[in-house]
């Protein structure tokens, strides 16, 4: 099977714009977790979709949102970005996204704001 | 309250030696579940091992092996003769409780010099 798919790879914008990144998880995989990594911050939790609804959400402000298609992929969108919104996102999919089950994690996105 | 600490920021070992890197944990959900990612410079969090409370057998995978002791809440790993090519971040994680969100430590960076 095909890993996690993440879409593009690499973006640079500027304060006050807006970006959707994209997350095309493995085959089968229903589930779909969001993840921003920061030098300053680590790994933290966005969101996590599942059957088209957010199912949980991490400690974000409402810039952050997301939404999941019928096919399991997902994006999700950053408005009025800020420069500490610089950050690698990385998508994890996993089968029904209950507790314990291990998630795959994409290459990400490095986004870069300027 | 959930947390990951991963005390070694950075270790610096030369080719063939044998590293461990540890990892506590707290939590309070009598049922949880630890993972170790390796990401490598690329940025994919690549999954390495998934145990859960209840299974406290180490466990070996060639020159990867875990130790998981619940009394001091310890999740270590060690390679055995490290390679240049295990040069990377290692991530201890946490899930607990209802939702599969993962909580991460901050990462130990392993260089192996050959």
């Known amino acids: 099977k095909a890993g996690v798919t993440q879409t593009p790879r690499y973006l640079i914008k500027t304060r006050g714009q807006q970006v959707t990144l994209s997350c095309s998880p493995i085959?089968?995989?229903?589930?779909v977790s969001w993840y921003q990594q920061t030098p300053g911050q680590g790994l933290q939790f966005l969101f996590e979709?599942?059957?088209?609804?957010?199912?949980n959400k991490g400690n974000f402000p409402g810039r952050f949102s997301g939404r999941q298609f019928s096919n399991s992929r997902s994006e999700m969108n950053v408005s009025t970005l800020e420069l500490g919104d610089s950050a690698l996102y990385l998508c994890?999919?996993?089968?029904?996204?209950?507790?314990?089950?291990?998630?795959?994690f994409g290459p990400g996105t490095r986004l870069l704001v300027l | 309250a959930q947390k990951v600490t991963q005390a070694q920021t950075e270790i610096s070992v030369v080719e063939k030696e044998d590293v461990t890197l540890d990892c506590v944990y707290e939590t309070r959900d009598t049922t949880y579940y630890l993972f170790w990612y390796k990401q490598p410079p690329s940025g994919e969090l690549v999954f390495l091992i998934r145990?859960?409370?209840?299974?406290?057998q180490n466990e070996i995978s060639g020159r990867y092996s875990w130790n998981f002791q619940k009394s001091t809440s310890s999740f270590n790993f060690t390679i055995t003769a490290s390679q240049v090519v295990d040069s990377a971040v290692y991530f201890c994680?946490?899930?607990?409780?209802?939702?599969?969100?993962?909580?991460f430590g901050t990462g130990t960076l392993l260089a192996v010099q050959p």
């Open positions: 994680a946490l899930n607990g409780g209802a939702t599969n969100k993962l909580i």
């Open positions: 085959s089968g995989h229903r589930s």
């Open positions: 994890a999919s996993s089968d029904k996204g209950i507790v314990g089950e291990t998630q795959y």
């Open positions: 979709y599942f059957s088209e609804t957010q199912r």
């Open positions: 145990r859960n409370s209840f299974d406290e």
